[in-house]
Structures are given as structure tokens and as C-alpha cells.
């Protein structure tokens, strides 16, 4: 069978892995049989009227030698034309490939991370859940206290009246501890503290203002603090100002008060410390989860409508990915607002439940 010309008849339009001629021919050449293949493509194929190419010259060569409309066109310039509109081809597919994995990549970012969070919260050490807890709330107060501040001007034009006012409505706990202060206590507090220099990290509470509970009982709760105060000192990111160093005290008291308040609650409840562990952990995961759902969701409603953008001489891409950006640090915002709301007011529950039970 050497030398084999076989002939099928025209290849439909379609997938290049559903048509089962072309499947044969990469069989048969894996397999290392004898003998040739010859594809057929028709000048009405959509391919030419999608990548414009022009077929007319055709169509007049064919109507001058012949009124026989199936005879078949060959020759070198035909062969050499056909190759060029296979590149392109290629090359317009290749694109929209690379085009859906540069998208893929914002998400992947984003994907790693939380699988990593999430791992960690599932597989840590026993104590990992509570030490990720008191990052959440750091972070929370930190929100809140930079989002209302401003380093480069006293404290007298800083939004203290919202500061306290967002920050007691993390729990209930905290309303009750600063009920009847107001934001002249905060402003008198800050202005006496204004150019201190020494701290005692465990200990450090504003003047005319709440002490905080005893938590930090222990030497890993106290390494824990000192470690809080470290990274809020050696933060680079934030934005450099005169009153920088007083608005690090103010982020240092309040998320100081807000972990020794949950540890308070947490004690009160007078549960073991197997079952604390659980709670803390299923309540970070479940609320990781929830939110992580959402933002699929969200990223998959972005990735269908930021195209139209391009209208607007914008690149898809890139809008893709800051806004891919601001929805992720939202979601994380979000989470970790929730977690801490939760568990303040499980523990709280647990303790009002104690104390109605108790005789």
C-alpha cells in the first residue's frame, strides 16, 4: 500500500477535535502507517468571511475557465495564501488563550492566598486560630482608626467622634465599657500622651480613658502584644506625619482593649479550652468560606461585563485586575469584620446564659 493517495471527501466546518478525519490522520501517523491525507475547504467557508480574506479573484478565475463550479482550485499561490490565513488564525486563537489565562492569573493570586489562610486555620498549631483572631481584630481597629485620622494633623481634626462610635459597635461588650465617654476624652487622652517616648506594651492604656481587662495572662498572650506593637510601629505602607506616633498609640489601645475584652468573654464562659479552640476555628473557616463564595461569584459577573469597557479606549485587562484587587481586599475587609462581630457575641451569649442558669 506504498503510495497511497486517499482522498476524503470535504471537511465540515467545526472543532478540530471532534472531527473524526482529522482524529485518523494523527492515529495513523502516530502509528506510522503508509500513506497521504488531502484536505478539502470550500471558498464559502466562514473561515474567509471572518478573517476577510478575499476569495472574489477566485470565483473570477473559475467563471473565465470553466461554468463548473466544483473543480477543484490548486497551485503553490493557493497553497501559500491558505498558509498565511492558517497563521492568522492561530494566531487570533492564540491570543484569546492567553487572553483567558492573564485573567486567570488575578484570580489565582487571590485563590492562593485564601487556600493558604484557610489551610492554616484547619492544620495549625493549637493556638493558631486564636493568634489569627487577634490579627483580625488589629486589623479591624486599624481600619477604622486610619480610615478617620490623618498622621500629618493633630488629633483635634481627626474624626474621633466616628472612630469611637465605629469601634463600640464591634460588640457589646465594648459599648458598655465606653459608655458615657465621648470624643473630648479621646482628643484629651491623645493630647497627653502627645510625644511619648516609653510604653509598657502589656499594660498601656490611654489616660481618662477604660483600662483594659486583664488578657494578656500568660507569656505567649504578652509575646503576642509586644508583636502587635512591633508590626504597627515597623509599618511602611501607611502614610508618614508628625502625629503618626499618636495615632500608633491610639491603634495600639484600641486594639489592645478589643483582644482583652474577647479574652474576658472567653474566660467568663469557663468552657475548656478544647472547645474554644473549635468554635474559633469553625467560625474562621465557615465565614472564610462564605465570603469566598461570594467573591467568585462577584469576579465572575466582573470577567463577563468588563469587556464593554474597552469602548471606553480602556483596557479590559487592567480594569480587570484593579477592580479584581479592590473587590478581594473588600471581601478580606469584610471577613474579618464578621469573624470578630461573631465571636464577640457567641462568647457574650455563652456568658449571659451562664449567668442566668447560675443560682
Excluded at 90 to 116: A, M, P, T, W
Excluded at 119 to 138: A, D, R
Aim: charged share 25%; glycine share 6%; aromatic share 10%.
Amino acid at each position: 500500500m506504498q503510495g497511497l493517495d486517499w482522498r476524503p471527501p470535504v471537511i465540515p466546518s467545526g472543532p478540530v477535535g471532534s472531527n473524526p478525519l482529522l482524529m485518523l490522520r494523527g492515529r495513523a501517523g502516530r502509528q506510522g502507517d503508509p500513506g497521504s491525507t488531502r484536505f478539502m475547504v470550500s471558498l464559502q467557508d466562514e473561515m474567509f468571511q471572518k478573517f476577510n480574506f478575499n476569495t472574489e479573484w477566485a470565483v473570477k478565475l473559475i467563471s473565465r475557465i470553466t461554468d463548473n463550479e466544483d473543480i477543484p482550485i490548486e497551485g503553490h499561490a493557493v497553497v501559500k495564501q491558505l498558509l498565511d490565513l492558517q497563521i492568522n488564525v492561530e494566531k487570533f486563537f492564540f491570543g484569546i488563550r492567553k487572553s483567558l489565562v492573564e485573567f486567570d492569573e488575578v484570580l489565582e493570586v487571590q485563590r492562593k492566598h485564601v487556600y493558604n489562610l484557610r489551610q492554616l486555620m484547619l492544620t495549625g498549631e493549637p493556638g493558631s486560630c486564636q493568634e489569627q483572631i487577634f490579627q483580625y481584630m488589629q486589623a479591624v481597629v486599624d481600619e477604622i482608626v486610619l480610615g478617620n485620622s490623618d498622621p500629618e494633623k493633630p488629633p483635634s481634626y481627626w474624626k474621633l467622634g466616628k472612630i469611637l462610635g465605629e469601634f463600640i459597635q464591634i460588640g457589646q461588650a465594648l459599648h458598655d465599657s465606653f459608655k458615657g465617654f465621648t470624643k473630648q476624652d479621646v482628643l484629651s487622652s491623645l493630647e497627653e500622651v502627645y510625644g511619648s517616648k516609653f510604653i509598657t506594651v502589656d499594660t498601656f492604656s490611654l489616660p481618662n480613658l477604660p483600662m483594659h481587662p486583664n488578657g494578656f495572662r500568660g507569656i505567649r498572650k504578652k509575646v503576642s502584644s509586644l508583636k502587635r506593637w512591633h508590626a504597627i510601629c515597623e509599618d511602611d505602607t501607611l502614610k508618614k506625619g508628625r502625629y503618626q506616633v499618636t495615632s500608633n498609640l491610639l491603634r495600639k489601645y484600641l486594639g489592645d482593649f478589643l483582644i482583652c475584652s474577647y479574652l474576658e468573654l472567653v474566660h467568663e464562659s469557663g468552657l475548656e479550652e478544647t472547645y474554644i479552640q473549635e468554635v474559633e476555628r469553625e467560625v474562621l473557616v465557615k465565614t472564610l468560606d462564605s465570603f469566598w463564595k461570594d467573591h467568585l461569584v462577584n469576579m465572575n459577573r466582573l470577567s463577563s461585563a468588563v469587556n464593554v469597557r474597552s469602548f471606553g479606549h480602556r483596557n479590559p485587562l487592567e480594569e480587570y485586575k484593579i477592580d479584581g484587587c479592590r473587590f478581594f481586599i473588600s471581601m478580606l475587609s469584610a471577613t474579618r469584620r464578621v469573624t470578630v462581630e461573631s465571636l464577640l457575641h457567641y462568647w457574650s451569649s455563652q456568658v449571659q446564659s451562664r449567668e442566668l442558669t447560675t443560682p
